[in-house]
């Protein structure tokens, strides 16, 4: 993206990696539009990046009215980059976690990223550029026991984005997607999902930068580690029930802090 001005569209900018993408593109010359639903977070990654070189919108992108709202508000900016990575995690067998979690997990981690991505790519479209980076995870590539909702929810991005790539592929769009799908990263995410992990991950300003150098080439997939690499390797190798099984190994390292019921 070198020194050339763009707009960049940040969708869970108000934590972990979202806020990474601000502050790093911020610090490469673009304008970012924070969203999330956490004001005061979102108020004070404006202060702290330069109220010249963002704004901030409150958003609860599980409603899909509030969503569009979001996308109206935004585009009024022109924007040539969206960042679309909000999303959560749910612990816990298929039978005991929350369904109310699920569903709501299931309107921010599909819904809301389908939503944003499909109006985004049509209007990158007409103003003939654009970039689009869908956060998936490396769990869109293996079935999750303990999580299996989701995998599935990061299985629904990483599929939606390799095939729209190749629709773009074939028309020779100048529109760019890619899907970024890193393994743990150390963010609020486990918190949030009330796990705690004894698999260390790396940090948000890791995954973010490596994340960026990637993008000069807009490649299909980045996947910021060597070992996440070879699991999505792997996982297009192994029979379904041994990719699940490893799955099983690891969430079952994990352990519950929070009731999630
Ligand atoms: N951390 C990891 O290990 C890891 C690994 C692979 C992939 N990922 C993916 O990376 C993305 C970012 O996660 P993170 O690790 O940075 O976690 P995080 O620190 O918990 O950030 C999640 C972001 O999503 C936003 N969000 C959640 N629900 C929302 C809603 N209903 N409406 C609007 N915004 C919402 C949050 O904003 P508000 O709370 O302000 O609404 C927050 O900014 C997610 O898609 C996650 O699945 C994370």
Redesign the pocket.
């Known amino acids: 993206m070198g020194s050339i001005q763009h707009i960049a569209v940040i969708?869970?900018?108000?934590?972990?990696?979202?806020?990474?993408f601000a502050r790093q593109l911020a610090a490469r010359g673009c304008y970012v539009l924070l969203?999330?639903?956490?004001?005061e977070?979102?108020r004070a990654l404006r202060k702290e990046i330069g109220a010249d070189k963002c704004d901030y919108f409150?958003?609860?992108?599980?409603?899909t009215r509030?969503?569009i709202d979001l996308y109206a508000a935004v585009r009024e900016y022109h924007p040539d980059i969206l960042i679309n990575?909000?999303?959560?995690?749910v612990y816990g067998d298929f039978t005991e976690s929350s369904l109310t979690k699920e569903l709501?997990?299931i309107?921010?981690?599909i819904k809301?990223?389908h939503l944003l991505f499909k109006l985004f790519l049509k209007d990158f479209e007409k103003q003939g550029r654009g970039y689009i980076l869908n956060?998936?995870?490396?769990?869109g590539f293996l079935p999750g026991p303990h999580m299996s909702s989701?995998y599935s929810?990061?299985a629904y991005?990483v599929r939606q984005t390799v095939a729209v790539h190749t629709e773009l592929a074939m028309r020779k769009s100048p529109v760019h997607v890619s899907v970024?799908?890193?393994?743990?990263?150390?963010?609020?995410?486990?918190?949030?999902a009330g796990i705690s992990?004894i698999f260390k991950?790396i940090s948000?300003e890791e995954?973010v930068s490596y994340t960026l150098r990637q993008m000069k080439r807009a490649p299909l997939f980045i996947i910021p580690t060597l070992y996440c690499k070879a699991i999505a390797a792997g996982s297009h190798l192994a029979p379904q029930r041994l990719s699940s099984f490893a799955a099983y190994l690891m969430q079952k390292g994990k352990k519950r802090i929070a009731d999630d019921a």
């Open positions: 969708t869970g900018a108000s934590s972990g990696i979202g806020a990474e969203c999330g639903r956490n004001e977070r979102l409150t958003a609860d992108i599980s409603d509030s969503c990575n909000a999303g959560f995690g709501s997990m309107d921010v981690n809301a990223m956060t998936g995870s490396i769990a989701y929810s990061k991005v970024l799908c890193p393994g743990p990263v150390t963010t609020d995410f486990n918190r949030n992990s991950g948000p995954c």
